[in-house]
């Protein structure tokens, strides 16, 4: 892994962190900021698409559409998942599920393809959990009622659709650039179905437009992550991508101002620092890794 390849895989680190921020700080309900999401990456899309003229095969098409499609799954679930528990604690949870559904992914599909870096890959993933574990520690004397039935279970959907979402395209070699603009056709086809099946209403309105600007912001991580995946691998790179629980738990509290108490800001410090430890076992399994080209 050189510097360049480093650097464009830590983009989303930011972009996808504050993605529930400033989601929460803008409001909507869950299907309304996952549209705004999906209309603001399809402006984007548009415009990749008119730069770098990639060549679209009705077969990349479809597994595009169905990719932005399972996103859409992931996105709602992810927003619904925040409204039971709140961004500090429903996103170390969510971006650790798909940390954990991605790598499994990317073993299966021949990465971490040497003893050592399997022993450096699933120690990081151990270290992982450990670590949201700690970050997503809820104190038993804040009064807020949390439900987390609801938030467990709608995460765990959450993070099925995210790592289909990025484990097609890894299974079909479709890059990022030719994939994109299918993509976002899929998000809002799959957010437009969800809303009216499972909420009985339509999401375009106010709230989804101005979520757009999310989208742009997602639009470019995505667009990062899917370039990284296709040097490093789909478990390295994605792993370093939900580093973004750090920015999205901070930003919960200093930004959406979400409390948390003196011991729940030991545990989160600790558990910051043991996920930072793992997303580095991790970057050691990518070296040991002949299975990454």
Known sequence: MNISDLLIACIPILSFGLIPV??????????????????????????????????????????GLLSGMFWAIG?????????????????????????????????????????????????????????????????????????????????????????????????????????????????????????????????FNKPSLKNGVVGVIWAVGNIALLLSQAKIGLAVAYSVSQAAVIISVLGGVFINKEKKSKKEWVFTIIGMLVILVGLYLIYLSSIHDTGNH
């Open 75 to 203: 996105s709602v679930g992810q927003f619904m998942g925040i409204q039971y528990l709140g961004v500090a604690k429903s996103m170390p949870i969510s971006n650790g599920g798909q940390i954990i559904g991605t790598s499994l992914v990317g073993v299966l599909l021949g990465e971490w393809a040497t003893s050592s870096s399997k022993i450096f890959g699933f120690s990081a993933l151990l270290l992982i959990i450990i670590g949201i574990i700690f970050t997503s520690y809820k104190d038993s004397k804040d009064g807020k009622k949390l439900q987390w039935g609801k938030g467990l279970l709608i995460n765990l959907v959450s993070v099925i659709g995210f790592t289909l979402y990025v484990g097609i395209l890894k299974y079909m070699k479709i890059d990022g650039w030719t994939s994109i603009l299918p993509q976002s056709f899929g998000q809002i086809a799959g957010i437009f179905l969800i809303s009216l099946i499972f909420f009985k209403s339509q999401p």
């Open 22 to 63: 400033v989601a929460t700080f803008l409001g909507g309900k869950p299907v309304e900021q996952s549209m705004g999401i999906g209309l603001g990456s399809l402006v984007f899309a548009i415009v990749v698409f008119l730069v770098k003229r990639p060549d679209l095969t009705p077969h990349i098409f479809l597994i």
